[in-house]
């Protein structure tokens, strides 16, 4: 699949896209699209080898995917927390883990999700601190997903 047969971000959500496999879709449709969306630019280069290797692998284990996508819908379903302050956890312990596709795709939903930039800063300093230095290096690149998100641009000021 080439990066022009995705659906355009504003089209599909990816998880919209993986529960269409859970029910039923075939994989190389709604999967293989869920984790080759991008919300900036078409793949290319490194991005274009992860996303060949990723397809090939969930072909590989098609089962442990279905399974992932369906414990992620019901760890974010709304319950005793909404799925905004779910989103707001999942952003901080992907700061913690150092995972960047995993910033990326939780600043978008907690932004999706009705979150306000100082939520996220606040969310963000809770990172920090559980993390200690790392979450220094990620909390940075995780605020500025959110603002791209958001629509705002990030500026700069005093550091």
Known sequence: ??????????????????????????MDTALD???????????????????????ALRRAVPDVYRGFAGMHDAALRPGALDTKTKELMALAIAVAQGCERC???????????GAAEAEVAEALGVAILMSGGPGTSYAPVAFAAYRRAAGAHPTTGPD
């Open 33 to 55: 699209q869920a984790n080759d969306w991008q919300p900036d630019a078409p793949p290319r280069g490194e991005q274009a080898g992860f996303q060949a290797d990723s397809r």
């Open 103 to 113: 910033i990326d795709i939780h600043a978008r939903a907690a932004q999706d999700h």
């Open 1 to 26: 699949m080439s990066g022009r047969d995705v659906p355009a971000r504003d089209d599909h959500r990816p998880l919209d896209l993986v529960r269409r496999v859970i029910e039923g879709a075939g």
